[in-house]
C-alpha cells in the first residue's frame, strides 16, 4: 500500500504546503474576488477552494482558508457563515473525491482503477456537488450569526509580495494538467513503442506529483526568492503534517490483507452479493456508516475499500466509480467525532447545534450529491 502512495501523497502534501506559503493560494482568492465582484462573491470563493483543494491537504486548507474567509466577510460585512460554506464544501469535495489526496488515492491503488480517469469523473461530479453544497445551500443558512474569535484573524501576506495569478493558477493545477494530457495521450498513442513507453512513464502518479513539485519549487520557491532551506522546510512542515495519514493508511493496507489471506474477505463478498443493492450504492453505504461510527473520512474510505473489495468482482462494476462512491460515503454527516466538526466549530465560534446545522448538514449533502453524480454517470456510461 505504501510503497505505491507514499510519493505521490508527501508530494501532494509538499506542493499544497508551498502553495500556502508562498500566497498563490491568497493570490487565487484575490484574482477570483476581483473577477466576480461582490454580487457573486460565494462563487468566486467556491472556484478558489476548488483550485486550491486540489493541491493542498485539507487541514492545511481548512486553516489556510478560514482567515481569507473572514477578511472577505469583514470587507464587505457578509456573514461569515454564509459565504464560507461553499469554499469549505469544495475543499471537503476535492478531499473526497480528488488524487492527489490520501483517500483516493489509496482507493485508486486498492481498486486498481485508473488515476486520470478517476480525476476526471471526479471534477465531473465534484463540480455540480460543490454548486449543491455550497452556494445553493448557503441560501438557507444565511441567518446564522457567527463572531470568528480575532486570534483567528491573521494578516495577508503584501500585495507586491505574491507570485502572479496565472503562475498560481498553474502551479496549483498542474498535477491536474498532466495527468489529464496524459490520459489523452494514452488513449491515442496505442501503438507499442518509444512513444507509447514515454507517454506510460509520464503518466505515472508519482512521476506527475514529482514534475509538479520540481516546477512549483522554481515557480513559487526560487523564483520569489526563496532560498532552498526555505524551500525544504517548507517541505519538512508538511510531510510532518501528514505522517499519521500515512500510518493509517499503511494499516488500512495491512488490514485489507488479512482480510484476503485469512479468508474473511470471500466470506463478506458471498454475504454482500447475496443482497440486491447496486454495488456503487453498497460501498457508498458502508462507507457512510463507517465514517458516522469513527468519525474520519480517510479512515472510513480506506476500511470500507477492504470490505467492497470482493464486489468488484461482479461484471459491470467500474473500479473508477467505486473510488467515487466510497469517497463520496466517506464525507457522510460529519459530527462530534470527527476533527473537521471542531475545527468548524471553533473557528466559527459556533454553538454544537449550529454547527450541525451547518457543517454536519454541508457534509451530508455532498455525500448524497456526490452519490447521485456516481449513479448518474454510471447510468450514461
Not at 114 to 123: K, P, R
Amino acid at each position: 500500500m505504501l510503497g505505491s502512495l507514499v510519493i505521490v501523497v508527501a508530494s501532494g502534501a509538499m506542493l499544497g504546503k508551498l502553495t500556502a506559503e508562498s500566497g498563490a493560494a491568497q493570490q487565487i482568492a484575490s484574482g477570483l474576488m476581483k473577477l466576480f465582484g461582490e454580487r457573486y462573491i460565494q462563487w468566486a470563493l467556491m472556484i478558489t477552494g476548488f483550485i486550491i483543494g486540489i493541491p493542498l491537504f485539507y487541514n492545511v486548507g481548512f486553516v489556510l482558508v478560514i482567515p481569507l474567509i473572514f477578511s472577505v466577510a469583514y470587507k464587505y460585512n457578509l456573514p461569515a457563515v454564509y459565504i464560507g460554506v461553499p469554499m469549505l464544501a469544495a475543499l471537503s469535495v476535492t478531499h473526497g473525491f480528488l488524487p492527489p489526496h490520501p483517500s483516493p488515492t489509496a482507493l485508486v491503488a486498492q481498486f486498481q482503477a485508473d488515476m486520470g480517469t478517476t480525476l476526471f469523473y471526479g471534477i465531473l461530479i465534484g463540480i455540480p456537488t460543490s454548486i449543491v453544497a455550497g452556494p445553493f445551500f448557503a441560501k438557507t443558512i444565511k441567518h446564522i450569526k457567527s463572531v470568528p474569535l480575532k486570534i483567528f484573524k491573521s494578516d495577508p501576506i503584501p500585495t507586491d509580495k505574491l507570485p502572479g495569478l496565472g503562475i498560481s493558477v498553474f502551479s496549483s493545477m498542474l498535477p491536474v494538467i498532466l495527468i489529464a494530457l496524459t490520459t489523452v495521450l494514452g488513449n491515442v498513442v496505442t501503438e507499442p513503442g518509444p512513444l507509447r513507453t514515454t507517454v506510460v512513464f509520464f503518466s505515472d502518479a508519482a512521476i506527475v506529483m514529482i514534475l509538479s513539485l520540481a516546477v512549483a519549487t522554481y515557480t513559487l520557491g526560487l523564483r520569489l526568492g526563496m532560498s532552498m532551506k526555505k524551500v525544504m522546510d517548507i517541505y519538512s512542515d508538511a510531510v510532518k503534517d501528514i505522517a499519521m495519514l500515512l500510518l493509517i493508511m499503511g494499516g488500512a493496507g495491512t488490514l485489507k490483507q488479512i482480510l484476503t489471506d485469512s479468508g474473511v474477505s470471500n466470506e463478506i463478498g458471498a454475504l454482500l452479493n447475496g443482497l440486491d443493492v447496486h454495488p456503487l450504492v453498497l460501498g457508498w453505504s458502508i462507507a457512510c456508516v463507517i465514517r458516522v461510527c469513527v468519525g474520519s473520512a480517510t479512515v472510513a474510505g480506506l476500511t470500507a475499500a477492504g470490505i467492497i473489495m470482493p464486489v468488484l468482482s461482479r461484471p459491470g462494476v467500474d473500479p473508477n466509480l467505486m473510488v467515487l462512491a466510497v469517497g463520496a460515503g466517506s464525507l457522510m454527516f460529519s459530527h462530534v467525532n470527527d476533527a473537521g466538526f471542531w475545527l468548524f466549530k471553533e473557528y466559527y465560534n459556533l454553538s454544537i447545534k449550529d454547527t450541525i446545522r451547518t457543517w454536519s448538514l454541508m457534509e451530508t449533502i455532498v455525500a448524497i450529491a456526490g452519490l447521485i453524480g456516481v449513479m448518474t454517470l454510471e447510468y450514461l456510461l
